[in-house]
């Protein structure tokens, strides 16, 4: 029997495997999920940032922080229904006002904490961002608004 | 053995190469994620941006209302200006970290230009046609408010530039500036003795177009330096207003009406209703 001919063949399958297994793997990439979700600090800092902007946008926070009432529980409340529930939020207003000295002073205006950290979840926390945002209410006064938020783990 | 007969597997094994690389470049760039580069300098002038239209519509509200109470032109925008001074000072530190330098100025502006239109007044049916000009204005560089309140077009209005370098960031020269106002037109006048009321028709707009939202509270008629009272306030379309007082008006008068929209920023109109 002539060998050279068996190699030919042995040669030609190898071949074909190795095309056909090739375009075989090809084919399974392109199968592969690509809606990878990926979470990244950034987002958490855009996400901070777009909530306050769209807030004061809607003169919301100078409305809110007009009321006499308890305006950091309509806060709380806002920022609770607004954002998804695997996030945690801290949430601070001072009022920016010129000094007799040319100076700008800082005053905490929140009397209670708006958040929904409680001491218990303190340790799920994956990974937080804060975002700062000035905004002036129709009377010319000036807000500074800080927004920390952290995403639990799993989230 | 043959060595050409290893051809064909070289060949195979370069085409399984190209076959799995274009695949896997394929993958990655479809994977690969679809957001354009961005870093805290974009919320800097995002914020910059909407907060300067507000605090400018805000300090023009507080000079238009001092201007009002006082009728001290200079102390008036003095006052306003300490407003854009705050602001700038604020903005400056809530982002304290970023190393901002924040300017604001203005270059001056042409609000509106000079013109003339007619207002039609009616006395118990007599009506005629008053051709009324009304000056141009302009607000000047150094400044950023005025106004133009002694005629039947009144114009209040407030314009400045804003200028903002990150050096942290290395963003240098990002501007933009805004101009803001509120104007007023008395139209028509109709008094009736026999009913004994006048119907004042006046059209209002900003910058956004027409002003709609009017209600009694925003709106004073003083006749002869005397406030009177609105009984009735219309919106009939396209920022267009009629108000209804229950006086008749007898030339020689002088009417003004005073328009506070809501935000705050306040527009005054003359009208002097001779006999002839």
Same mark, same amino acid.
Do not use: H, K
């Given at each position: 029997m002539d060998r050279r001919g068996q190699f030919r063949i042995i040669e030609a399958l190898v071949t074909a495997v190795l095309v056909v297994g090739s375009m075989m793997i090809a084919v399974g990439i392109q199968r592969m999920p690509r809606f990878w979700i990926t979470y990244e600090t950034e987002d958490l800092e855009d996400m901070a940032f777009n909530m306050l902007a769209e807030i004061a946008d809607q003169a919301l926070?100078?409305?809110l922080l007009d009321s006499k009432g308890s305006w950091e529980t309509d806060l709380f409340w806002t920022l609770n229904t607004m954002l998804p529930p695997t996030i945690y939020f801290n949430m601070s207003i001072y009022k920016m006002s010129l000094s007799s000295g040319g100076n700008i002073s800082l005053e905490a205006l929140n009397r209670a904490p708006i958040t929904n950290i409680?001491?218990?979840n303190a340790d799920r926390i994956a990974e937080s961002a804060s975002a700062t945002y000035v905004f002036t209410s129709p009377d010319g006064t000036v807000y500074l608004a800080a927004l920390t938020l952290a995403r639990s783990r799993g989230g | 053995m043959n060595r050409r007969g290893q051809l064909p597997i070289i060949l195979a094994l370069i085409l399984s190469g190209i076959l799995i690389t274009s695949a896997l470049l394929t993958y990655k760039v $479809?994977?690969?994620p679809k957001r354009a580069e961005q870093s805290e300098w974009v919320h800097v002038i995002l914020n910059a941006e909407e907060d300067f239209h507000r605090i400018l519509q805000a300090a023009l509200a507080n000079f238009?209302?001092?201007?009002?109470?006082t009728g001290n032109m200079t102390g008036s925008q003095r006052k306003a200006e300490i407003k854009l001074e705050t602001w700038k000072l604020a903005f400056t530190l809530g982002y304290s970290g970023l190393s901002l330098r924040l300017n604001l100025k203005s270059n001056g502006v042409d609000v509106s230009p000079e013109s003339s239109y007619k207002v039609s007044l009616t006395y118990d049916g007599n009506a005629t046609d008053k051709t009324v000009c009304v000056p141009g204005l302009s607000i000047a560089a150094g400044h950023f408010f005025?106004? $133009?309140w002694n005629s039947p077009c009144g114009i209040s209005a407030a314009y400045a530039s804003i200028s903002l370098d990150i050096i942290k960031q290395g963003l240098y020269g990002w501007n933009s500036s805004s101009i803001i106002f509120l104007t007023l037109n008395i139209t028509s006048i109709i008094s009736d003795s026999s009913l004994n009321e006048t119907r004042i028709e006046f059209t209002c707009s900003?910058?956004?177009?027409?002003v709609n939202r009017l209600n009694k509270e925003n709106v004073t008629i003083h006749v002869n330096g005397s406030q009177v009272d609105l009984n009735r306030l219309e919106y009939t379309g396209m920022g267009?207003?009629?108000a209804l007082i229950g006086?008749?008006?007898n030339p020689p008068y002088t009417m003004t009406i005073t328009v506070r929209d809501g935000r705050g920023i306040a527009v005054r109109a003359s009208l002097e209703g001779g006999s002839g």
């Open positions: 926070l100078s409305r409680q001491q218990e | $479809s994977v690969f238009t209302q001092e201007y009002i109470a005025n106004c $133009s900003d910058g956004q177009g027409c267009g207003y009629i006086q008749t008006l």
